[in-house]
């Protein structure tokens, strides 16, 4: 099995320590580290005795420098600017078009980002430069926080809570950072990505207790030389959909359940958004549409019921939706 390389991504002026650990865990375990620094702040420092680690006695191939550059902005004037956060910005667009540009020359595997707030800010940017099937780890303090739009979440991201993570190492950090590490490399090492010799065909439905036209549209299409994918309607899973429609990853969609769409319309957190039924159109995909589970509204299971439900027929699926 060749050796896969992992895009390290993080703010080497106050992360330096947990990244070398990231990078020597990966290392240490078969595979190759590629550093990039998005920090506004200090330059990373050399490493000394943990140089064995990386390539170099310099921890990262690409820089704050170079970050910069490809937004098209000084590092001088980024680190000057008296708003964090449109800096921070100006890093994230020079941070995935760099990931995106160095995974099309084939010089990564797979991505692992580490952040606070800023540092997730950023990676989900990065990450959403990357295509399907590119393995996406982001670590992170704030890990499945309602802080994270699910708009801004790609379709096969992963992300891990980094606990005790906010300053320092300790072995609470080390035992997530390390986990954090062994599953990247371990998905590069494993991952099959999509097949983009066969056409795909986008479906959406609900469970089959529900919805039972995939278990008979499904063969037949197989027998006809489509893969067909499958997308279960209930938020994320038709934002991931509408994700990979809007690229074109779809030979046909095949639509039929758009209960999201009204989700949305009555408030409901359990939506796919107001780009949903609007990715295949935009791509020129051929598309059958039809308004499976249009009659009913998903609400969150385990908060209370809002007032304007009060009256209405209702039924808990299970804790998490009714």
């Known amino acids: 099995m060749s050796r896969k390389t992992i895009l390290l991504v993080g703010t080497y002026d106050t992360k330096q320590d947990e990244l070398t650990f990231l990078a020597s865990t990966i290392q240490q375990a078969g595979g190759r580290v590629l550093a990039m620094d998005v920090s506004v702040l200090g330059d990373a420092s050399v490493l000394g005795d943990a140089s064995v680690f990386w390539e170099s006695d310099q921890p990262v191939a690409i820089s704050k420098h170079d970050v910069a550059a490809a937004a098209g902005m000084d590092i001088a004037a980024v680190i000057a600017s008296p708003d964090e956060n449109l800096a921070m910005q100006a890093m994230a667009r020079g941070a995935a078009k760099l990931a995106g540009d160095a995974h099309l020359a084939g010089k990564f595997d797979g991505v692992l980002a580490l952040g606070g707030s800023m540092g997730t800010d950023l990676a989900l940017d990065l990450c959403a430069a990357l295509p399907i099937g590119v393995p996406k780890y982001i670590i992170s303090?704030?890990?499945?926080s309602p802080m994270i739009p699910p708009a801004r979440l790609p379709a096969?991201?992963?992300m891990i809570l980094w606990a005790g993570g906010l300053y320092g190492l300790s072995s609470v950090c080390k035992s997530a950072l390390?986990?954090?590490?062994?599953?990247?490399?371990?998905?590069?090492?494993t991952v099959l990505p999509p097949d983009p010799d066969k056409p795909m065909i986008g479906m959406t439905s609900l469970g089959l207790s529900t919805l039972t036209y995939m278990a008979d549209l499904k063969p037949e299409l197989e027998a006809r030389g489509f893969?067909?994918?499958v997308f279960h309607a209930t938020g994320m899973g038709g934002r991931a959909f509408e994700s990979l429609a809007s690229q074109g990853a779809f030979a046909a969609v095949m639509d039929f359940c758009t209960q999201e769409l009204g989700n949305h319309v009555h408030g409901s957190s359990i939506s796919a958004g107001d780009t949903r039924l609007k990715g295949a159109g935009a791509a020129a995909t051929p598309q059958i549409v039809a308004p499976g589970c249009y009659d009913l509204?998903?609400?969150i299971g385990w908060q209370e019921l809002d007032d304007k439900w009060q009256g209405y027929p209702t039924h808990a699926h299970n804790r998490l939706i009714t």
């Open 141 to 144: 303090t704030v890990a499945f």
């Open 156 to 158: 096969d991201i992963q």
């Open 178 to 189: 390390s986990q954090a590490a062994g599953a990247v490399l371990g998905a590069c090492q």
């Open 227 to 229: 893969e067909v994918a």
């Open 297 to 299: 509204v998903d609400v």
